[in-house]
């Protein structure tokens, strides 16, 4: 039985709610959307003006933004077939039974890079991969490896940005999958172990399509963090050396917040909110038809 | 050794592998947080020292990470309680009345997860300097609503559902309002769901450095943006840097570990069971 609510009823539960969020969330991506197509920047207020679509126009031919749009591409097309890989191994070797109480220990600490301050995570690569004072050189050097100036170097900068993405979201892709291989039935995972003894196979035929969801639940939120990848880059490198590892969130802060340039910015913001939500929709899309 | 015991030796050692992978940058943190600038500055590194509790009194003391501390937990757990008041009626409406537009509706709540504060941060800024709440703590508690709400109403609706009904329709043959129903009856029930979702919203709102960067330049900074002024300049204090991490880190481990399987799910935002 469904109870029959008055319209005052609804209202008053749900209208708080939506009521709010439609004044912190909507209402500034719609000011956002009007800025976006003036000339507004907070340094030059007197010359303030409606322009159209200029600024989408000057945005889409920028290399700058293309650049920073390429580096986040990058960022994503390296970092979270790692984190797949590597998630995919602790997951399956979470998910075996036995030495429970380590398994337990193991989830739990699995737990602790992903809930870290971002900011703080960026803080951390500084001080362990300093060139002179850094543990990560240390160690290198133990396996003979000469000092690497990971934060200095633009090349080096941009892998060290890799290592911490992989780093911080690596066992949440682990947990994410290994919450997937629970939703397979003991019964046939039993059966096809009788079957076969190659693990593979197993992983192959019986475990992968019901990982799908999972997987794909992986790539849309790793592809929306990594547009919104600001925290860790920022502290870390400032987005440089030079623009090395200016990504597209911190593009858009360094025109809006150190340029003063809002205009811009927002639709900079606007072009990449657009993606977003084009990048879920294509993945559900593409992954979710396989399953059906 | 038998091949059995071999292989649970060669899992054991995987899995403290994996968790020496996930520990040893706090273990790094914690210890560079007791090092004198000159130990923190020895090349190479040292694992052996005096350890010293002098980082934190100065960056307590000296240079207001104190302060920023409480901002941190004034806009934190502002932010929280009011998501809560917010999100457990629409929670419950969700999860017991039909209505049109009902999918929509969810849909709107969730996709927020999905929106970068930067594409918010600007036109607020402008909002606020013209309603003067810039460097407010009610500018931050306002607009870490677009996550912490979210949050508050996938996990509690999620909450309601697992309630039977038949307690709401006994409640309901005896006179009661749905107001009293959901006060009264279902709201204590979902209590789990209500403390879930709180201890997730506070770590996501303790964790945000955008807005709080952009929104509170001074009087309203909080601990992440504080950290991140520590890097300008050339004298890079390490010690003082880390000490700073490990009092912002400590309360967010902390409650991930108290909320540790509910984590993912608060991460996921319903695309994970």
């Not at chain 1, 956002?32 to 007197?46: R, Y």
């Not at chain 1, 031919?61 to 990058?74: E, I, N, S, Y």
């Not at chain 2, 059995?4 to 996930?22: D, K, N, Q, W, Y």
């Not at chain 2, 979210?150 to 609706?157: H, M, S």
Request: with cysteine.
């Amino acid at each position: 039985m469904t109870p029959k609510v008055s319209r005052l009823t609804l209202a008053a539960f749900l209208g708080p709610a939506v009521f709010a969020l439609a004044v912190v969330g909507i209402a500034p991506m719609l000011f956002a959307v009007w800025k976006s197509l003036h000339f507004f920047n907070l340094t030059k207020l007197a010359q303030q003006k409606f322009v159209g679509l200029d600024n989408y126009a000057a945005v889409l031919t920028d290399p700058v933004f293309w650049q920073a749009m390429g580096r986040t591409a990058l960022l994503f097309a390296v970092s979270v077939p790692v984190q797949i890989a590597i998630g995919l191994t602790i997951a399956l070797v979470l998910h075996r039974p036995g030495l429970t109480l380590w398994k337990t220990l193991t989830r739990l600490a699995l737990v602790l890079p992903m809930a870290t301050t971002y900011a703080v995570v960026g803080l951390l690569a500084q001080v362990m991969l300093n060139q002179k004072y850094g543990v990560i050189n240390q160690m290198l050097g133990w396996l003979g490896v000469a000092p690497i100036n990971f934060i200095g170097d633009p090349q080096n900068a941009f892998i060290a940005v890799i290592l911490w993405d992989i780093w911080q979201w690596t066992p949440f892709v682990a947990l994410v999958l290994l919450a997937g291989l629970s939703t397979v039935p003991p019964e046939i995972e039993e059966a096809a172990k009788l079957e076969t003894k190659s693990n593979w196979t197993v992983l192959r035929h019986v475990q992968l399509p019901y990982l799908i969801p999972s997987l794909v639940a992986v790539l849309i939120l790793r592809t929306a963090d990594t547009l919104k990848l600001f925290d860790m880059p920022f502290t870390m490198t400032r987005g440089g050396p030079g623009s090395a590892t200016e990504f597209i969130a911190i593009l858009i802060e360094r025109v809006g917040n150190r340029q003063f340039d809002i205009g811009m910015a927002s639709a900079q913001a606007m072009i990449m909110l657009a993606l977003t939500i084009l990048l879920a929709r294509l993945y559900i899309r593409l992954f979710y038809r396989e399953v059906r | 050794m038998s091949a059995r015991s071999r292989g649970l030796v060669t899992e054991a050692l995987l899995l403290a592998a994996i968790c020496a992978f996930c520990v040893f940058p706090f273990y790094w943190m914690v210890t560079t947080s007791l090092k004198t600038q000159v130990v923190a500055l020895q090349s190479p590194p040292a694992w052996v020292f005096a350890p010293t509790l002098a980082n934190y009194v100065e960056v307590l003391f000296e240079d207001k990470v104190g302060v920023a501390l409480v901002n941190s937990i004034i806009v934190a757990v502002s932010t929280t309680l009011l998501a809560v008041c917010l999100g457990t009626p629409a929670a419950y409406a969700l999860a017991r009345f039909e209505f049109r537009g009902k999918t929509d509706l969810w849909f709107w709540f969730i996709t927020n997860r999905f929106v970068s504060p930067v594409v918010l941060a600007f036109p607020v800024f402008l909002i606020a300097r013209d309603l003067g709440l810039r460097d407010t703590h009610l500018a931050l508690i306002l607009m870490y609503l677009t996550f912490t709400l979210p949050i508050v109403i996938w996990i509690c609706t999620d909450q309601f559902r697992s309630i039977p009904r038949e307690l709401d329709e006994a409640a309901l043959l005896e006179g009661a309002s749905q107001w009293r129903i959901f006060r009264s009856v279902c709201l204590p029930l979902a209590m789990p769901g209500v403390a879930v979702s709180s201890i997730l919203a506070f770590i996501f709102s303790w964790n945000e450095l955008l807005f709080a960067y952009i929104l509170a330049p001074k009087n309203a900074k909080t601990a992440p943006a504080m950290a991140v002024t520590f890097m300008e300049g050339y004298d890079v204090p390490y010690g003082k840097i880390m000490a700073t991490s490990t009092l912002i880190v400590i309360p967010v481990l902390i409650f991930a570990l108290l909320a540790s399987k509910h984590l993912v799910r608060g991460l996921t935002m319903g695309a994970v069971k």
